[in-house]
């Protein structure tokens, strides 16, 4: 158990709607990354968050859009889903942003 | 970022040692190396990272070429559990945690 809390573990829904993914860190890490793992595209980094602000951008669309709260749980929005966004999306945390990174187990989003 | 080679697939006896190469021929001198395992389809787990001298933890041992160009991370007595895809990630001193994971090493320990 890394100590990264992530929910739901699964998730299905129709194209064009928006879900919520939910990220707890462990306790006292201040770093939330999120990543996607799609079958073609193998582990994607989306976006850091450090202590409330958005530190480091990846591929993410615009489409999707995350943020960090006070309490420093984080949560990834998708909206306007599309088929090609059914992956694995992963949520890790770290101390800081330079220390090595701990995984939640993920959730799986299927979109029909 | 410096990119990274590794073999697609390994096989390992179970109790034997699991030796995994890593090629990082374009690595910078401040760069580290880290190996990351992922366990079917669950989150990336951290192992071990290095600089230039050989390093030693509780799950595995990561021992660096003099000219940095290659890794070894070894499984001194590889388990079932053991089985997973092994990723080789070279990362800048001080960086994020923007990892760029390849497309790693599928290790099969084999009863």
């Known amino acids: 158990d890394s100590g990264v809390t992530q929910t739901p573990k699964h998730l299905i829904t129709a194209t064009g709607q928006r879900v919520t993914l939910r990220c707890s860190p462990r306790s006292g890490d201040l770093s939330v990354y999120w990543y996607q793992q799609s079958l073609d595209q193998g582990l994607q980094f989306l976006i850091q968050y450090y202590n409330g602000e958005e530190r480091a951008k990846g591929n993410i669309l615009e489409r999707f859009s995350a943020q960090q709260f006070p309490d420093l749980h984080s949560e990834l929005n998708l909206s306007s889903l599309e088929l090609g966004d059914s992956a694995l999306y992963f949520c890790?945390?770290?101390?800081?942003?330079?220390?090595?990174?701990?995984f939640g187990q993920g959730t799986r989003l299927t979109v029909v | 970022d410096a990119k990274t080679t590794q073999p697609p697939s390994m096989d390992c006896a179970e109790g034997r040692a699991a030796n995994l190469p890593c090629n990082h021929s374009?690595?910078?001198?401040?760069?580290?190396v880290y190996w990351y395992r992922q366990i079917h389809s669950q989150g990336p787990q951290y192992i071990i990272h290095?600089?230039?001298n050989n390093e030693t933890n509780e799950m595995a041992s990561l021992i660096i070429t003099e000219d940095r160009k290659s890794s070894t991370l070894i499984l001194p007595h590889a388990t079932l559990r053991d089985t997973a895809v092994y990723y080789c990630i070279v990362r800048p001193r001080g960086a994020t945690n923007k990892l760029i994971f390849g497309t790693g090493t599928l290790l099969a320990v084999q009863p």
């Open positions: 890790a945390s770290s101390v800081e942003g330079k220390t090595e990174a701990f």
């Open positions: 290095g600089l230039k």
């Open positions: 374009t690595i910078s001198g401040n760069e580290y």
